[in-house]
């Protein structure tokens, strides 16, 4: 099993900033991916950034790079994203999840990231 907490949304003005954690307890399991999507209301769940546990980094949407930056911490299984110049379309709720090596995804509960003056 495999639960993930995630931390760190909130209200944030214009150009501000804010970092999420994500962090993974999982029992014989290892983690092989670990990155974010973003959920805004009525549009469709969207990849913002992932990571391996190598560290590659991937952002498909360029509307963020520059702005976020994804990263994690193996020895924690904990993934981070640093969110910095927010825009009030960053409004969305954010999930972290992982792939597993042994196959299989799992998601966090999502945490609400309003960028609003």
């Known amino acids: 099993q495999v639960q993930l907490v995630e931390s760190g949304g909130g209200l944030v003005q214009p150009v501000g900033s804010l970092r999420l954690s994500c962090a993974a307890f999982?029992?014989?399991?290892?983690?092989?991916?670990m990155g974010w999507y973003r959920q805004a209301p009525g549009k469709e769940r969207e990849l913002v950034a992932r990571i391996t546990r190598s560290g590659s980094t991937y952002y498909p949407d360029s509307s963020v790079k520059g702005r976020f930056t994804i990263s994690r911490d193996n020895a924690k299984n904990t993934v981070y994203l640093q969110m910095n110049s927010l825009k009030p379309e960053d409004t969305a709720v954010y999930y972290c999840?992982?792939?597993?090596?042994?196959?299989?995804?799992?998601w966090g509960q999502g945490t609400q990231v309003t960028v609003s003056s």
């Open positions: 999982v029992r014989l399991l290892s983690i092989e991916v």
């Open positions: 999840y992982v792939n597993l090596l042994l196959g299989g995804r799992a």
